[in-house]
């Protein structure tokens, strides 16, 4: 389930869009987290299906390094 949502995450990606988020992030030019670039509401409507995720996929979601997924 996991590997299925950052799948799902990354046509949402919006690169013009994470070039002008990144500057209002605290991520450190060493840091490996990716920004993909996703608008909130394209976010909330794909966490409001997962809803009833387990500990376990939410666990590695949180631990991947793609900004959108944390």
């Known amino acids: ?4 949502i ?4 990354k046509p949402l ?13 605290n991520i450190r030019e060493i840091s490996t987290e990716k920004v993909l670039g996703i608008r909130v509401p394209k976010l909330r409507k ?5 809803k009833n995720l387990s500990i376990e996929n939410i666990q590695n979601l949180l631990n991947d390094n793609i900004h959108e997924a944390l």
């Open 13 to 25: 990606a919006e690169p013009e869009f994470a070039e002008w988020l990144k500057p209002f992030l």
């Open 6 to 9: 950052i799948n799902e995450l």
């Open 1 to 4: 389930m996991y590997q299925k």
């Open 46 to 50: 794909l966490a409001n299906q997962y």
